[in-house]
Antibody, heavy 121, light 110 residues
Framework: EVQLVQSGAEVKKPGESLKISCEGS????????IAWVRQVPGKGLEWMGI????????TYSPSFEGQVTISADKSITTAYLQWSSLKASDTAIYFC??????????????WGQGTLVTVSS | QSVLTQPPSASGTPGQRVTLSCSGG????????VFWYVQLPGAAPKLIIY???HRSPGVPDRFSGSKSGTSASLAISGLQSEDEADFYC???????????FGGGTKLTVL
């Protein structure tokens, strides 16, 4: 069974750093793109970026380039999303999701449960 | 401001047919397939339509997708109370070199 399991909720202060994780199982982790998607509570979905764990090829949305870092460690089938200096506006739920090339370029067939990040002084 | 435009809300009564719209541009819907996701409160999104008009495994045939030019639609026939959810459209954007989402439509079953 394919699963993406994300790390737990975080409460941070502005200016702090953070790294959240997404562990994949039940499939060949290196061979599927993993994307990160932001959802501000009560709002829509925003694509942040995507990584191919096999070679760590990464593409960022222009809206998030320079604001976050996406990485992956295929040896432990885990992808990461990190911030060096959080802002209150980073408060959101962050989903990792697997892209299915079979279903298409914007087809994300499995999703993590989401990680709520709250940034508040 | 989402790249793809969806009406924020829609509604229908049980048994009715409703159509959700999604408007984009040449670089996304106009050139690429459309995808539809459904999200229940507190849950992750779920892919229900891929490549514009293909249903994901397990999705009832009450759901159908279509596209014309730079707009797409998701039709839901025989509306049921459990269809009440948020629906998002998505497409690859050639200018962005990444996927773009609509702002979502909240479907209410009256």
């Amino acid at each position: 069974e394919v699963q993406l399991v994300q790390s737990g909720a975080e409460v941070k202060k502005p200016g702090e750093s953070l790294k959240i994780s997404c562990e994949g199982s039940g499939y060949s982790f290196p061979n599927y793109w993993i994307a990160w998607v932001r959802q501000v509570p009560g709002k829509g979905l925003e694509w942040m970026g995507i990584i191919y764990p096999g070679d760590s090829d990464t593409t960022y949305s222009p809206s998030f380039e320079g604001q976050v870092t996406i990485s992956a460690d295929k040896s432990i089938t885990t992808a990461y999303l990190q911030w060096s200096s959080l802002k209150a506006s980073d408060t959101a739920i962050y989903f990792c999701t697997r892209r299915s090339d079979y279903y298409g370029t914007a087809a994300f067939d499995y999703w993590g449960q989401g990680t709520l990040v709250t940034v508040s002084s | 401001q989402s790249v793809l435009t969806q009406p924020p809300s829609a509604s229908g009564t049980p048994g009715q047919r409703v159509t959700l719209s999604c408007s984009g541009g040449i670089s996304n819907i106009g050139s690429n397939n459309v995808f539809w996701y459904v999200q229940l409160p507190g849950a992750a999104p779920k892919l229900i339509i891929y490549k514009t008009d293909h249903r994901s495994p397990g999705v009832p045939d009450r759901f159908s997708g279509s596209k014309s030019g730079t707009s797409a639609s998701l039709a839901i026939s025989g509306l049921q109370s459990e269809d009440e959810a948020d629906f998002y459209c998505a497409a690859w954007d050639d200018s962005l070199s990444g996927p773009v989402f609509g702002g979502g439509t909240k479907l209410t079953v009256l």
